[in-house]
């Protein structure tokens, strides 16, 4: 039987591997300092369908860029576009605090809701302050996954920064958000998702860290692992690719892909 | 499909966390993945690095193309004469690759004097990373060598648009593509300013391989252009050099 690795040098993506992307973006053409082409989401979608993602988890681009309950309401109507396929990460920003709980409050039964994403340093709010504690205390009472962006050499989302807000919330489901980006900010989540029992590892950002999926994949149990693109900031056949193409067994690759992150959120998503 | 790689480098020791990492731990995974030529640089600072690449070059059977690193032309015993360099292109191919920050010595024409005459007489590629590059100097030796086969390596997605805008300036500009990982963005620019202008790069052991094989294959460009970027431009510019 040909391997995922095998089908992909063909072209093909292995029929029935799952694919949940669980760190994704949609917008409408926001702008921001890097120059991000734009694609319809229709398109958008096709794209990742043609590399086997079965469905995203996005989160709105406007909401990221200051504008949360306006971004939310629109990536909710994204979720009845493509129903079963976008499912929608709802943003949260301190600054709105009252009206994007009102938000997730109204969506968190609704089956295009998965999660919380929040994005320190774009909300101007740093994760070693307190300032997310009443987003945290609500999502544990709900058991609600919380998504967070993280870069090591960011002062407002440090991962390393976590230890302290972890120690004060151990129950808080995390998803940490690239990894922190760097070889340190990788080694710092690693420790996190060792030392706590619900941080999980979006390996994303581990792309520049100079460490290989083979041996990163090595230093925290397997269902820690969680795959997301950040399309459509990055390309998602980066990610992909990194995956599908690296020497591991295609067990494993179908846990990394899809399986851990339906556990952890304890649903079926596809 | 096969693959060509402009930026393969290696270290003489395995380094942590790194699959693969040492000369033949790197050829290795290039076999496995249908990379089956590659121009290879030494990350090792150590005084005989050029030669240690020059070794593997000369005995891969023609399946690597080394990269010197290339000291401008101050102290002796770091750099090469004219008829040195002259050789390494003649009898080994080589190509050479500048370090503006990291060895602090900036693309400054008045610095490696004439150097750009060689390399732009012989057509031989420069490589430079674009992380340790600054445009307005690249844009001043341009000027004075239009020739000039520039290779930016590591590109990088928050300069995407003054490296594009660069090279719409400039002739004889090229990028690798270990770093083209913003959304859409290898069609996107090759919209812009063509398939001849990319060469496929992997930047192993620093980044794996994966992402940029899977990237070709899976891009909406046509079969030549997926081609050019795979191999075909490797082979113009650095087997050929035409």
Same mark, same amino acid.
């Given at each position: 039987m040909m391997t995922v690795k095998e089908y992909a040098m063909q072209g093909q993506i292995k029929p029935g591997l799952r694919i949940i992307d669980s760190h994704s973006h949609l917008g409408d053409g926001e702008q921001c300092p890097l120059y991000i082409k734009t694609l319809p989401a229709e398109e958008s979608i096709r794209l990742s369908k043609r590399i086997g993602i079965n469905a995203m988890v996005a989160s709105s681009l406007k909401a990221l860029f200051g504008a949360a309950p306006a971004g939310n309401e629109r990536i909710m109507e994204m979720t009845r576009l493509f129903p079963g396929y976008v499912y929608a990460s709802i943003f949260y920003d301190p600054h709105y605090h009252e009206e994007c709980i009102a938000q997730i409050e109204k969506y968190k039964d609704d089956p295009g809701f998965v999660g919380v994403k929040i994005h320190p340093r774009e909300s101007h709010t740093c994760i070693a302050t307190a300032d997310y504690d009443r987003l945290y205390e609500y999502c544990i009472a709900k058991d609600i996954l919380v998504a967070c962006h993280t870069w090591e050499t960011e002062p407002a989302n440090?991962?390393?920064?976590?230890d302290a807000v972890l120690s004060r919330y151990p129950e808080l489901k995390l998803q940490i958000c690239h990894m922190g980006g760097t070889y340190r900010g990788c080694l710092d989540s690693i420790d996190l998702a060792n030392k706590y029992e619900h941080v999980y590892l979006d390996f994303n950002g581990s792309l520049y860290s100079q460490i290989w999926l083979e041996e990163l994949i090595k230093e925290a149990p397997i269902e820690k692992f969680v795959f997301g693109s950040d399309q459509t900031f990055n390309d998602p056949r980066i990610m992909a690719g990194r995956v599908l193409m690296a020497d591991i067994e295609d067990d494993i690759k179908q846990k990394l892909l899809a399986d851990n992150f339906e556990a952890i959120i304890g649903r079926k998503l596809v | 499909m096969v693959f060509k790689d402009i930026n393969c480098n290696f270290y003489m020791q395995p380094q942590p966390l790194q699959y693969a990492s040492d000369h033949d731990s790197v050829a290795s995974v290039c076999e496995k993945n249908n990379i089956v030529t590659r121009a290879i640089y030494n990350l090792d600072k150590a005084g005989d690095a050029n030669d240690v690449t020059l070794r593997y070059a000369r005995e891969s059977a023609g399946t690597e193309y080394p990269v010197i690193r290339l000291m401008p032309p101050v102290y002796p015993e770091e750099t090469y004469t004219r008829d040195e360099m002259i050789r390494l292109i003649d009898n080994d191919k080589a190509l050479f690759r500048i370090h503006p920050k990291n060895f602090a010595a900036p693309m400054y024409t008045w610095l490696y004097d004439w150097m750009f005459d060689i390399l732009s007489e012989s057509r031989t590629p420069l490589l430079v990373s674009l992380q340790e590059l600054d445009l307005n100097d690249a844009a001043a030796v341009k000027e004075k060598y239009p020739e000039l086969r520039l290779i930016i390596t590591n590109t990088d997605q928050w300069l995407n648009r003054q490296y594009i805008g660069f090279c719409k300036h400039f002739r004889n500009v090229y990028f690798d593509t270990?770093?083209? +990982?913003?959304?859409y963005g290898i069609e996107n620019m090759v919209g812009l +300013?063509?398939?001849?202008?990319f060469l496929f790069g992997t930047y192993m052991p620093e980044k794996e391989p994966y992402d940029k094989t899977f990237q070709i294959l899976f891009c909406e460009l046509s079969q030549e252009e997926k081609e050019m970027i795979a191999h075909g431009n490797f082979e113009r510019l650095v087997e050929v050099r035409a």
């Open positions: 440090n991962p390393k920064d976590y | 270990c770093n083209t +990982i913003e959304y +300013i063509g398939a001849d202008k």
